[in-house]
């Protein structure tokens, strides 16, 4: 089982998490676009000086990879870890959604929400599980509040038309955007 950690260190051992998974062979919004607005959003941190808080990027296999994670993860690690916010299914041309943590009171909820008014970003505000479960579900087991950016549903999902063509960059480059905002709020 394979799992994909890239760390950056702020001024704070405090961490914000972001998540996204790798699911079946062949889809590429569900869900190799979340993984890559977390790699790029992640290049684009690694070149700001002075961050203040330490940032994670977990890319794993989906609900399991979470699980296996979060298992072997020290108790010390687990407790600098402040919340995180789930990338799923980013790439299509449907509208963003943003599903607030279990608590519905963290940073990243307060933060998103404001970039969406701020920039006047027409999204859905679902609540938590209202629009599906998925590796959120094991970070708030583990007491981890997780919020989710998505585009779901769509279309296409797994079926064999879930491939490159359905991909917006429009869609990522909004998705990346609402992201790199929320972060500076």
Not at 15 to 37: E, K, R, Y
Not at 74 to 86: A, D, F, M
């Amino acid at each position: 089982l394979k799992v994909l950690e890239y760390n950056l260190r702020g001024k704070y051992p405090d961490t914000f998490v972001f998540v996204a998974h790798l699911d079946h062979p062949g889809m590429s919004n569900d869900n190799l676009s979340g993984c890559a607005i977390g790699i790029e959003l992640f290049k684009k941190l690694s070149i700001k000086n002075n961050l203040k808080f330490s940032y994670s990027l977990i890319l794993l296999p989906e609900i399991i990879g979470s699980e296996y994670y979060l298992h072997y993860l020290s108790s010390n690690k687990r407790k600098k870890i402040l919340e995180g916010i789930y990338l799923d299914t980013l790439g299509s041309n449907t509208k963003l959604s943003f599903l607030p943590s279990k608590q519905n009171s963290t940073i990243f909820d307060f933060s998103i929400k404001r970039c969406f008014k701020l920039n006047k970003i027409k999204y859905q505000n679902q609540s938590y599980k209202n629009t599906q479960g998925n590796d959120e579900n094991n970070w708030e087991a583990y007491r981890i509040p997780m919020s989710t950016l998505t585009r779901f549903p769509y279309p296409q999902y797994h079926t064999d038309k879930d491939n490159i063509l359905i991909i917006s960059k429009k869609s990522l480059s909004i998705s990346l955007k609402v992201l790199i905002e929320t972060i500076n709020i």
